[in-house]
């Protein structure tokens, strides 16, 4: 049974920076395509960023220049560097994951098949 759990999140200031991580266990790490989402209070879950199982990486507009996604196949794990955080980037944060989801198809949060729990990211003003 494919699972992911994440970790990272917290508290932070306006203009800080958190790594959020994500470890795939009981699959084929680079098998599959890795995404974040997020969720507000009262918003539906959006996408954030995605990276395919070739490495090739997409973002959502609000964050990028800001926010860099990477993944390390030898520690099974997907990685979102988060900088210049901003009261607006308050959310739980969700890994995604679906094998060999198409590069067409990553950005979409119906596509992944695996979540994980999700970790809290709070910015303070």
């Known amino acids: 049974q494919v699972q992911l759990v994440e970790s990272g999140g917290g508290l932070v200031q306006a203009g800080g920076s958190l790594r959020l991580s994500c470890t795939l266990s009981?699959?084929?790490?680079?098998?599959?395509?890795m995404g974040w989402f997020r969720q507000a209070p009262g918003k539906e879950r959006e996408f954030v960023a995605a990276i395919h199982w070739s490495s090739k990486t997409a973002y959502a507009d609000s964050v990028k220049g800001r926010f860099t996604i990477s993944r390390d196949n030898a520690k099974n794990t997907v990685y979102l560097q988060m900088n210049s955080l901003k009261p607006d980037d308050t959310a739980v944060y969700y890994c995604?994951?679906?094998?060999?989801?198409?590069?067409?198809?990553?950005?979409?949060?119906?596509?992944?098949?695996?979540w994980g729990q999700g970790t809290q990211v709070t910015v303070s003003s």
């Open positions: 009981g699959g084929t790490f680079s098998t599959y395509t």
């Open positions: 995604a994951a679906r094998r060999f989801l198409s590069l067409a198809a990553q950005t979409s949060k119906d596509a992944y098949d695996i």
